[in-house]
């Protein structure tokens, strides 16, 4: 620490100064730690006077120190006048360490007042980060964000990748500005020049977008495919059967009365089996029943109760269903429930399989044969969104993701494809760790994230469909990539990826004025920030700098057409929400992730109808109707035996209130009888003639 030294002479004292000086322990000549010592000494010239100084704390701009203990530092006095206490504020050494903590954006500038919004948009993008196995020193109770919302928040940087240092870029001359980029504030600017090819696929050139810019639609990759189903259906039944067809549904009633069998020998070697055990009254099911316990799964998503059990109430009051009780069986649901099985244990061969092939074996078959009907019953119109789903699950699972901007928070994560318009899943992938793969220094899109948007994009290569994805996916080199591959690409952009330029990670929304764009371009991709209640930085192949009129402002073309496009996983999930058949409790998650699939292949399937006329509430009665119709097991015809016995009858009244009965001719005398056989439909007398014209006939 600085020591004050305090002296006189026999001239007049040199006034007091103030003098402010750095931190000792970031100056090279500052002496070790140790307390403050008064030194006293005097010269022949004037008294130099003592000092009051203040040690500034590196790590705050604000220059009001912190409460701390006073010191009084006194100096001695010689032939003068003796000099004052002077009061002196002292830093804590553990407080001013000489090493910054890591923040965002370490090179941009600062402003002196706090920055509350950096703390609270960590939220919203949490679970779509990578995974960590730190947690966080603060947890704040989740909260649903809108997507358009989402866009317009800071996302705190985490470094991902590295950034790009060798670009070189070409500015336009412009105004002082933190990025030398080409900027137009709220003004309907067209600028972009024509693509150029790179020499090399990942080398990024950046430059000015130039005047005039080419019109979005003319750069955007033309649309070559006719979307819709590929197959024409008449009936809700037709269209779900194309799904689960007899193929799928045979693997299941095969691994079902295999797993049933394994559960009843399990029990009777450990003893748990008693003859009031509901296994014992097991038998394999078949094809019919499997789809009639699917027609009732269904209708539980329609007609909601908290317990399975009521809706088998017998009791004739408000709350009673009948129809489950006709259909099947309390007992029978519960076993099937119980039984129902996918994959055969014995085949798990852990040696052979990944780590996460070997956390979905169970639920593998449903998944690979979902994907290839999806894929294969409808083509995906030029809109697609890319994004991530969520199936609640609150019990312990290896797999669980927490995502708080999700209606479920916690659960299954799966990746999904789904058209933009009417959210038809095309392909999923369930998240389940990742393998470790090598990645290649000269491959930029040879990552975990890349490599899963090539695959879940497989097979819709060269057809022209546009590709909207969030800052989870997107990079300049995965857009090139896609480029290549025949596709457009859009969405929001993390300033922290490799190849976007460093200008750009530079800027902040305090950098900007409200409705100011920035923009570059390598020719095939275009990166903008805008600035509106946030900054937001964004990405596409073909939009450019294009701005719309929005009432009294202009925002970005690419803004618009993002809000618009982006939600086709979630208009999917909206439109499962309102039929949880998922919900029912259960301990075997991939049961609960099986009726998850079967909600989305009944929405499928009402895609795929393509009636407009049919509401899609109507549409899963008259499949539960179909399925019941179709598949339920015909009652056997009981034949009435009290109708092939032989007996008398007499013959009814003449007239009501009188006591004449009709007589007719007996068969066997001439006498006139009133009474008959039933079986025979024949006139006899009852004591003389019945028993003798049975034995005749």
Not at 195 to 219: D, G, V, Y
Request: aromatic share 8%.
């Amino acid at each position: 620490m600085e020591q004050n030294v305090c002296g006189s002479s026999s001239g007049a004292s040199t006034p007091k100064t103030k003098r402010r000086v750095k931190n000792p322990r970031y100056s090279n000549s500052s002496p070790r730690k140790r307390r403050n010592q008064n030194v006293y000494g005097s010269s022949s010239g004037a008294s130099t006077p003592k000092t009051k100084r203040r040690v500034k704390n590196p790590r705050n701009s604000d220059s009001s120190p912190r409460k701390r203990r006073n010191q009084n530092v006194e100096c001695g006095s010689s032939s003068g006048a003796s000099t004052p206490k002077t009061k002196r504020h002292m830093q804590s050494p553990r407080k001013s360490d000489s090493t910054p903590r890591k923040r965002r954006n370490l090179n941009s500038s600062f402003s002196d007042s706090p920055r509350c919004d950096s703390k609270i948009t960590t939220i919203p993008n949490y679970g779509s980060e990578d995974d960590s196995d730190k947690e966080e020193e603060e947890v704040t109770p989740p909260f649903v964000v809108p997507r358009v919302a989402r866009m317009f928040m800071d996302e705190e940087d985490v470094e991902v990748e590295e950034t790009c240092d060798n670009v070189t870029l070409e500015w336009l001359p412009q105004s002082p500005q933190p990025s030398n980029c080409v900027s137009t504030a709220a003004s309907p600017t067209p600028i972009l020049p024509s693509p150029i090819e790179p020499s090399n696929k990942f080398q990024f050139e950046w430059r000015a977008i130039s005047m005039p810019q080419i019109e979005p639609h003319l750069r955007r990759e033309p649309f070559s495919q006719i979307s819709g189903p590929t197959v024409s259906f008449t009936k809700p039944y037709e269209a779900f059967i194309s799904i689960w067809d007899n193929e799928i549904m045979e693997v299941i009633v095969r691994e079902t009365n295999i797993y049933a069998l394994q559960v009843t020998t399990a029990m009777l070697e450990n003893g748990n089996l008693y003859p009031h055990s509901r296994i014992t009254h097991w038998r394999d099911t078949n094809v019919n029943e499997l789809y009639v316990y699917f027609a009732m799964v269904l209708a539980m998503g329609m007609v909601i109760k908290n317990r399975i059990d009521e809706y088998w109430n017998s009791s004739r009051d408000i709350f009673s269903t009948p129809g489950f009780s006709t259909e099947m069986s309390y007992d029978r649901f519960v076993l099937l429930s119980k039984c129902l099985h996918f994959n055969n244990n014995k085949n798990l061969n852990s040696a052979m399989l990944t780590g996460s092939q070997a956390k979905l074996f169970k639920i593998k078959p449903i998944i690979d044969h979902l994907n290839c009907k999806f894929s294969k019953l409808y083509n995906l119109s030029q809109n697609v969104a890319l994004d991530e789903s969520l199936t609640m699950w609150k019990g312990w699972l290896d797999i669980n993701q927490f995502i708080p901007n999700k209606a479920a928070t916690v659960g299954i994560k799966t990746y999904e494809v789904c058209e933009s318009q009417t959210g038809y899943l095309w392909r999923f992938e369930v998240h389940a760790g990742q393998d470790t793969l090598a990645l290649q220094e000269d491959d930029p899109v040879s990552g975990g994230v890349p490599a899963l948007v090539l695959r879940l994009l497989n097979g819709l290569e060269h057809k022209g469909h546009t590709i909207w994805m969030d800052n989870y996916y997107n990079s300049p080199s995965l857009a090139r990539e896609l480029k290549v591959r025949g596709f457009d690409c859009v969405g929001t952009l993390r300033t922290n990826r490799k190849f976007v330029p460093s200008e750009f990670q530079k800027i902040t929304k305090n950098d900007m004025i409200v409705g100011q764009v920035l923009g570059c371009t390598s020719g095939d991709v275009d990166i903008m920030v805008w600035r509106d209640r946030n900054r937001v930085a964004l990405i596409s192949t073909y939009h450019g700098l294009v701005t719309t009129r929005c009432g009294d402002t202009f925002k970005p073309t690419v803004v618009q057409d993002y809000n618009a496009n982006m939600g086709g996983v979630d208009r999917k999930d909206q439109l499962l929400a309102m039929y949880p058949i998922e919900r029912r409790k259960t301990t075997v998650w991939y049961k609960k992730f099986f009726r998850r699939l079967l909600n989305v292949s009944v929405l499928n399937s009402y895609i795929l109808l393509k009636d407009k006329s049919l509401a899609h509430r109507n549409f899963r009665k008259a499949l539960i109707t179909e399925l019941l119709a179709v598949h339920k097991k015909p009652k056997p015809t009981i034949i009435s035996t009290k109708s092939q016995v032989h007996c008398p009858a007499p013959y009814p009244f003449v007239k009501s209130g009188k006591s004449d009965r009709l007589r007719r001719k007996c068969a066997v005398c001439p006498k006139r009888s009133n009474t008959y056989c039933k079986v025979c439909n024949v006139a006899m007398c009852i004591y003389t003639c019945y028993e003798t014209y049975h034995t005749l006939h």
